[in-house]
């Protein structure tokens, strides 16, 4: 079974600064896909970004990108130019290719915003 | 373009009541899935439908079930509520399964069992 670790339960950065949230996976498939999502305390969560597993480029959006490791089975995520609207709890995610996979979610870790 | 629905958004129930919470999806989309978000389990993966049929379940017991309507709007059934059922429970909608197509979240309903 496929298992997703956030081993960082709480992370503090300060506004402007770059923090990297890590997570690690676990999986015997070689065609997935990879998720960070973001709930703020309105509770929606909302994705942030997505890797294809078979793509070696890192995706980017903004100011976030991930550094996407497939052979150490890792998936970290960069905030750059952190702002207070960054606060969040944020979840790593894994989901597999096939029609019948599931959205694997790791524990979350909460992000706060110093000013 | 309207987002997820989930209604209603806060819920309270007694020990041994049941409970049925909606999802109305993205227009377009035809799956649906529901997650149970708790403080020490953190978020688990219920259920999955698509085109009216269960595509995917949990490891959750059988108190716990849902349907998907033909206009793909989904409902989940919680019966004889016990109180480690007190969650929040997220359904999220795409246009097709597997995670190649993305999917975006309601905002929950909050249930508390007392």
């Known amino acids: 079974a496929q298992t997703v670790t956030q081993s960082q339960p709480e992370m503090s950065v300060q506004e402007a600064e770059t923090v990297t949230l890590s997570c690690t996976y676990d999986?015997?498939?070689?065609?997935?896909?990879l998720f960070w999502y973001k709930q703020p305390p309105s509770r929606q969560m909302i994705l942030v970004i997505r890797q294809e597993a078979y793509k070696q480029q890192n995706a980017t959006e903004n100011r976030f990108s991930v550094n996407f490791q497939k052979a150490a089975k890792s998936f970290s995520l960069k905030i750059s130019d952190s702002q207070l609207g960054d606060a969040a709890m944020y979840f790593c995610?894994?989901?597999?290719?096939?029609?019948?996979?599931?959205?694997?979610f790791g524990k979350g870790i909460t992000l706060s915003v110093r000013p | 373009k309207a987002g997820v629905t989930q209604t209603p958004r806060y819920l309270i129930k007694t020990r041994g009541q049941q409970v049925t919470l909606s999802c109305s999806p993205i227009?377009?989309?035809?799956?649906v899935s529901w997650y149970q978000q708790t403080p020490g389990q953190g978020l688990q993966f219920l259920f999955e439908y698509f085109s009216e049929t269960q595509r995917n379940k949990g490891n959750f017991p059988g108190r716990f079930s849902g349907r998907q309507f033909s206009n793909s709007r989904s409902e989940m059934n919680v019966s004889t509520l016990e109180l480690g059922d007190s969650a929040l429970y997220l359904c999220?909608?795409?246009?097709?399964?597997?995670?190649?197509?993305?999917?975006?979240f309601g905002q929950g309903t909050r249930l508390t069992v007392v």
């Open positions: 227009s377009g989309h035809r799956s």
């Open positions: 999986t015997s498939e070689s065609d997935y896909y």
């Open positions: 995610a894994y989901r597999s290719t096939g029609a019948n996979s599931k959205l694997t």
């Open positions: 999220a909608s795409s246009y097709f399964l597997g995670g190649g197509s993305e999917a975006f």
